[in-house]
Nanobody, 120 residues
Framework: QVQLLESGGGLVQPGGSLRLSCTAS????????VGWHRQAPGKQRELVAF???????NYADSAKGRFAMSRDRAKNTVYLQMNSLKPEDTAVYYC??????????????WGQGTQVTVSS
C-alpha cells in the first residue's frame, strides 16, 4: 500500500523558514514528478513548485527566490525549503507525486496536506 505523507508545516513568524517533506511510503516503486500545491481559504489551489523526474525544478512567481525543491531518491522524499516567509504564504500545502513501479504504470497521488501559518 502506497502512502504519501507530508510533514514540516507549522506556525512561523514573517521572515522565518520552514522545510516541508513529502515521503512516499512503500516499496518497489519510483517517485517521478512531484509538485507542491497550496490552497488558502477562499482561494483556488495553486501550484507553487515542481520537480521533474530528472530533477528540473520550476516555481510560481510568488515562490521564486524564496522556495526551493530538492529530492532524495533513496528515501523517496521530496523537500520544499521555504525561506523569507510572508503572511500570504499561509495555506494548506499539498504534495502531489507521480509514483510507479515502471514508467508504464505511473499513478498520481495526493497527500492530505500540511498547514503552514505565517503570522506575528
Amino acid at each position: 500500500q502506497v502512502q504519501l505523507l507530508e510533514s514540516g508545516g507549522g506556525l512561523v513568524q514573517p521572515g522565518g523558514s520552514l522545510r516541508l517533506s513529502c515521503t512516499a511510503s512503500g516499496s518497489g516503486f519510483t517517485m517521478y514528478a512531484v509538485g507542491w500545491h497550496r490552497q488558502a481559504p477562499g482561494k483556488q489551489r495553486e501550484l507553487v513548485a515542481f520537480i521533474s523526474s530528472v530533477g528540473m525544478t520550476n516555481y510560481a512567481d510568488s515562490a521564486k527566490g524564496r522556495f526551493a525543491m530538492s529530492r532524495d531518491r533513496a528515501k523517496n522524499t521530496v523537500y520544499l525549503q521555504m525561506n523569507s516567509l510572508k503572511p500570504e504564504d499561509t495555506a494548506v500545502y499539498y504534495c502531489q507525486a507521480d509514483l510507479g513501479r515502471s514508467s508504464w504504470s505511473v499513478e498520481r497521488y495526493w497527500g492530505q496536506g500540511t498547514q503552514v501559518t505565517v503570522s506575528s
